[in-house]
């Protein structure tokens, strides 16, 4: 796979022109160094240097929509999270390191259907396991609280004990292979780690949030899929990590999204993000495999584009979310581009880096969002840049448990001046159908 190839058909804004290409490369040098060199093709990092440098050129200020994609200070945020953070990085990476491992060999027999008929395979548990070892290794000190998706029952039944050992086996293959002094764990162990998922949340204390594999129908179809761990602090997001072990470290395209187009393994190079965000202290992605610590890459959200520019995302199963609306919208605020429909929260990973601009889910009235669907992802869009609201523009509330208020017909999340556009298109489309 190319990485070039991915980007270089994208549409580049006329100031490019404007500016010599080694100046754009030795700004980039001097911003970010050369780490990651593969991050010198994202477009929306480009497309700022060079707004900004043709600012400077001109010797006038900045535009207000050019500084709304620039990396900026971020506000005061009351609790200091980074030993949490630098915890979560290792124990996401360590389930996906499971998921990844699971994925290429999952047989029908490790999947169940869950009460809502989304699927549940071994992955999820293992990953759910080994996220509660790791934080619980990493931070021994500290209250462990956590609302995750699974819990063990269907492990607990006769019909479940082959399940159950497979996960058991699958948690201490992974730990003997990336943990040094692990113990061997037993089913019994398994079982009370994800359990450790069970609490039921609330607006005091913290929470850790866990989605063990968000787009579980795209881990077993082979398509996009993302291990998402935030943290709650008093019913606010104070950090959120992805990791997306399909997602490549450029930006992504047909290929690496559409439900017809197959994954590709991340062994090949440049295959496998992480995201990281601590509020108020910016979003930063880096390689999800074979390295350690924290991302060192900031991100930030492409507010630079026109409408016939913008790129749009939304979920690839129609019956999570209402395509019609979301393609009334697109055509109300002008967008050309066909939509990427991408499986989990690996949209707000790419949003956050610039790959597109809008992701857009109006799921059925009867739905109720869960709040490890988000968590994670919100924090690293709104610290890119980004803002992510009900359909009325009213902030996500995570202070109510495990599952999210009522959404007014749904989730917007984009970057500013889209999401102005959205809410817009939004209250005109309501008004003329009422």
């Known amino acids: 796979m190319n990485a070039s190839a991915r980007v270089g058909g994208q549409r580049v804004a006329p100031s490019v022109a404007k500016v010599p290409t080694t100046g754009i490369n030795h700004r980039f040098s001097t911003l970010y160094g050369n780490r ?107 209250e462990f609280k956590m609302i995750a998706e699974e819990d063990s029952d269907d492990l607990k039944t006769p019909e479940g004990a082959a399940m159950l050992r497979r996960i058991t086996d699958l948690v201490n293959h992974t730990l003997s292979e990336c943990e040094e002094d692990a113990p061997l764990l037993t089913p019994d162990d398994v079982i009370d780690l994800i359990d450790a998922g069970r609490s039921d949340g609330g607006p005091s204390g913290r929470y850790w949030v866990l989605d063990p594999i968000d787009g579980t129908r795209g881990f077993v179809s082979m398509r996009q899929y993302a291990v998402c761990l935030g943290l709650l602090v008093d019913g606010e997001i104070g950090l959120g990590v992805l990791g997306c072990p399909n997602l490549p470290q450029w930006s992504v395209s047909d290929v690496d999204c559409n439900e017809a187009g197959a994954c590709d393994p991340y062994d090949e190079v440049g295959i496998g993000c992480c995201f990281a965000a601590h509020r108020g202290r910016g979003a930063f992605a880096g390689p999800l495999f074979n390295t350690e610590g924290l991302p060192t890459i900031p991100v930030h959200c492409n507010d630079l584009l026109a409408p016939e520019e913008v790129r749009f995302m939304e979920s690839v199963e129609a019956k999570h979310s209402n395509h019609h609306l979301s393609a009334a919208v697109a055509e109300e605020i002008g967008l050309e581009l066909p939509s990427l429909r991408i499986d989990s929260q690996a949209k707000y990973g790419a949003l956050s880096r610039g790959d597109a601009s809008i992701f857009m889910r109006f799921p059925p009235d009867t739905y109720r969002e869960k709040i490890w669907d988000h968590v994670a992802g919100v924090v690293v869009l709104e610290e890119a840049g980004g803002v992510v609201t009900d359909a009325l523009g009213n902030p996500l509330d995570f202070s109510q448990g495990r599952y999210l208020p009522y959404l007014n017909g749904g989730l917007i999340a984009a970057t500013p001046s889209m999401h102005r556009a959205i809410i817009a298109a939004l209250k005109k489309i309501r008004e003329e159908s009422s």
């Open 36 to 142: 990651n060199v593969i991050y010198m093709n994202n477009v929306a990092i480009r497309k700022s240097i060079v707004a900004q440098m043709t600012a400077e050129a001109r010797d006038v200020s900045t535009p207000e929509t050019v500084d709304a994609a620039l990396p900026k200070e971020r506000g005061e945020f009351a609790h200091d999270l980074t030993r949490e953070q630098e915890a979560a990085v290792k124990a996401v990476r360590l389930a996906s390191h499971l998921c990844d491992h699971v994925q290429s060999q999952l047989k029908d027999a490790e999947k169940v259907e869950k009460d809502d008929s989304s699927p549940v395979t071994v992955a999820d548990y293992g990953a759910q396991a080994l996220t509660s070892w790791s934080l619980l290794r990493s931070l021994p000190d500290l």
